[in-house]
């Protein structure tokens, strides 16, 4: 039964050979021509080089912004960028020059610190759940499908559930910016960190109970450790996607001229907010601001991806 | 080994909490989605029951009078969306197949990471030099030459505005490629080498290899990626919000500004009030309902294409 299932299948493969063959050939093969004439016809050359070139051409049409945004925002921005730019808030108005971005930076850097402290546990928690204890059963089936459906939710959507939610009652400020930043960092931690979890080999965990270990202990101390490089990666992927976040902050920060510490009850400004004001303003001050600005987010979010890598790599538990 | 660990029946306690405590942190990723839903379409529910079915039929948008129809924005965020896709799909393809098949050793490194980097940049940024470089230096003359050679054509009328569904499209395009670039890149490289080999073994070429041998096999990874991509352009919205134009008019050329979903909620909310602030959470419930349907479609064909 096998033998014959074989033999047909070779039989299918060959006349499949054949007729592929004969188009690539030009139909000579099928005349019963000699193997020479297998040849690739002119027309199928020309066919083969030109998809190349197209290739090279789309890799090429694809390096054009690389280089045009690293070369513009570093140029344009390193001409504002100074120590005051550093270290002082904006002006009121566009029109003045001076002043720079650090009522933005400082926001960011609050925002997205709160949402990390939330989300950074919360996510790995749910990671270990799905790995560790619900496996394959219904309820991590529905948690997975649902974080992969969240990760691909709008983030103005985010942000417009947080206004509801949130902002209607209790007013614009760093708390609710924070809230819709940890509502987009976590699914994307569950998965990075889901993923991580996989890798641990079983021998590890297998030790550990020998040794006696308790299953939270086995998590706690042998699990978690040795997948914490991976998890670092997903965290910081998730943390410089936060970071360059715009349209939630806009329904939930609000964006402010003032450098503040309020967490609540007053709007805070963030740096992409401050450079989507800059990009909206006609006046030329406004705008070399939002563009030291974005020379800051590019260099604070670049660092974070870089990191990420560079620990993945060293990382001792790999695909 | 602490002794604190061989103590007996406090391990076992903590270990029920420690697994009912995980289990909670998962379901409440399906609490916040769910609130989510509710939140949103309960705040806007007034303004769905008041305009009816014309909310999303209807083009006409004025908050004075309190008409509040979303159809320019809905068709503003399909056609940027397609116009996207139009330019992003074959350079993924492109950049993808240059990464697993032809690009030499040396170059895969640096081309692989400048398309992450691509992915990396914040879509504020993206905005910021779409407005200042890319409409002076590309968009504007690009819409312009469309409009005076292929303006006989309604989809290209002008007069030609950078500011635009064009412009907006072009600049989702830059931000959605590395996207598709890196899923079709990890589903070319699952296809396995004995089948290229048997490719070449029967005298094709290159492309006819890539042809019969790569692209069939991941063909459900590609339209999944194209789908995810889809998914990233129509929730967009910084980028798009500062490149679409902001008009409320529904314009059949792409050469003439519009809206779309994403940009209306952002440009319109910090000078809006009641029930105009209702009628932008109904948009961003139907952009919610939109994205979800096609994330929905392409997680499943990604998963088929994994279980194969």
Redesign the interface.
């Known amino acids: 039964m096998e033998v014959q299932q074989g033999v047909s299948e070779t039989l299918e493969t060959t006349c499949a050979?054949t007729r592929?063959?004969e188009r690539?050939?030009g139909g000579r093969v099928g005349r019963g021509a000699s193997l020479k004439d297998?040849?690739?016809t002119r027309r199928?050359?020309w066919?083969?080089r030109r998809?190349?070139a197209?290739?090279?051409?789309?890799?090429g049409?694809?390096?054009i912004?690389?280089v045009?945004?690293?070369y513009?925002?570093t140029a344009k921005g390193i001409t504002t960028m100074d120590w005051e730019f550093l270290t002082s808030s904006m002006p009121f108005s566009f029109r003045r020059e001076g002043g720079g971005f650090l009522n933005g930076l400082v926001g960011t850097a609050i925002m997205v610190g709160l949402a990390s402290a939330v989300s950074i546990p919360?996510?790995v928690?749910?990671a270990?759940?799905?790995v560790?204890?619900?496996k394959k059963n219904w309820?991590?089936k529905?948690?997975r499908?649902?974080?992969?459906?969240?990760t691909?939710?709008?983030?103005?959507?985010?942000g417009?559930?947080v206004?509801?939610?949130l902002v209607?009652q209790f007013g614009f400020g760093a708390l609710m910016g924070a809230a819709s930043l940890a509502?987009i960092m976590?699914?994307i931690i569950?998965r990075s960190t889901e993923e991580m979890l996989k890798l641990v080999p079983n021998e590890l965990k297998d030790a550990s109970y020998a040794?006696?270990?308790?299953?939270?202990?086995t998590?706690v101390k042998v699990i978690l450790p040795s997948a914490a490089p991976g998890i670092t990666t997903g965290v910081m992927l998730a943390v410089?996607r936060a970071?360059?976040?715009?349209?939630p902050l806009?329904?939930t920060a609000?964006g402010s001229y003032q450098l503040t510490g309020k967490l609540w009850g007053e709007p805070m400004s963030a740096l992409?907010l401050a450079?989507?004001d800059?990009?909206?303003n006609p006046f030329a001050a406004g705008?070399a601001r939002?563009?030291a600005g974005?020379l800051e987010?590019?260099i604070i979010?670049?660092v974070f991806?870089m990191v990420a890598r560079v620990v993945v790599s060293r990382s001792r538990i790999s695909r | 080994m602490p002794s604190s660990w061989r103590r007996r029946g406090v391990g076992r306690k903590a270990d029920s909490l420690f697994a009912i405590f995980a289990g909670l942190c998962g379901v409440l990723i399906l609490l916040v989605l769910a609130y989510m839903v509710i939140s949103t379409t309960g705040t806007a529910l007034p303004v769905f029951g008041s305009q009816g079915i014309s909310f999303i039929t209807s083009s006409e948008w004025s908050p004075s009078k309190g008409q509040f129809g979303s159809l320019a924005f809905i068709y503003g965020t399909l056609i940027t969306s397609a116009i996207a896709l139009v330019i992003a799909v074959p350079l993924s393809l492109g950049v993808s197949l240059f990464l697993t098949e032809y690009s030499p050793k040396r170059l895969k490194g640096p081309v692989g990471y400048a398309v992450d980097l691509l992915a990396a940049v914040p879509s504020v940024i993206y905005g910021l030099w779409g407005v200042f470089i890319l409409l002076p230096l590309f968009l504007q003359p690009a819409a312009d030459f469309l409009a005076k050679y292929l303006g006989f054509i309604p989809m290209f009328k002008g007069p030609a505005s950078g500011l635009s569904y064009f412009g907006a499209g072009v600049i989702l395009a830059v931000m959605i490629t590395p996207i598709i670039t890196s899923l079709c890149r990890e589903v070319f490289e699952t296809v396995p080498g004995a089948d290229r080999h048997a490719a070449y073994a029967l005298g094709a070429t290159k492309w006819e290899m890539i042809r019969q041998a790569v692209l069939p096999r991941g063909r459900a990874g590609i339209v999944g990626a194209t789908m995810l991509g889809l998914g990233r352009a129509l929730g967009e919205t910084i980028a798009v919000a500062l490149l679409i134009g902001s008009s409320v008019r529904l314009d059949a050329s792409i050469v003439r500004p519009g809206y779309s979903m994403a940009a209306v909620i952002a440009n319109q909310f910090q000078e809006a009030t009641g029930d105009h602030i209702r009628a932008l959470v109904g948009i961003g419930v139907v952009l919610f309902a939109l994205t979800i349907i096609i994330n929905m479609g392409a997680r499943a064909l990604v998963w088929r294409f994994n279980r194969a």
Do not use: H
Not at chain 1, 145 to 150: A, G, K, L, T
Not at chain 1, 211 to 217: D, I, P, R, S
Not at chain 1, 243 to 247: H, K, N, P, Q
């Open positions: 050979a592929v063959e690539w050939a297998c040849r690739p199928r050359i066919r083969n998809n190349t197209l290739v090279v051409l789309a890799v049409l694809t390096m912004p690389v045009m945004i690293l513009q925002i919360l996510g928690l749910a270990v759940y799905l560790e204890y619900g309820l991590a529905l948690i499908f649902f974080s992969d459906v969240m691909g939710v709008p983030s103005v959507f985010v417009l559930f206004y509801t939610a209607i509502i976590m699914p569950v040794l006696g270990a308790a299953k939270w202990q998590i410089a970071a360059g976040e715009t349209a806009i329904l609000l992409t450079i989507f800059g990009a909206r705008q939002a563009w974005a987010l590019l979010v670049l991806t």
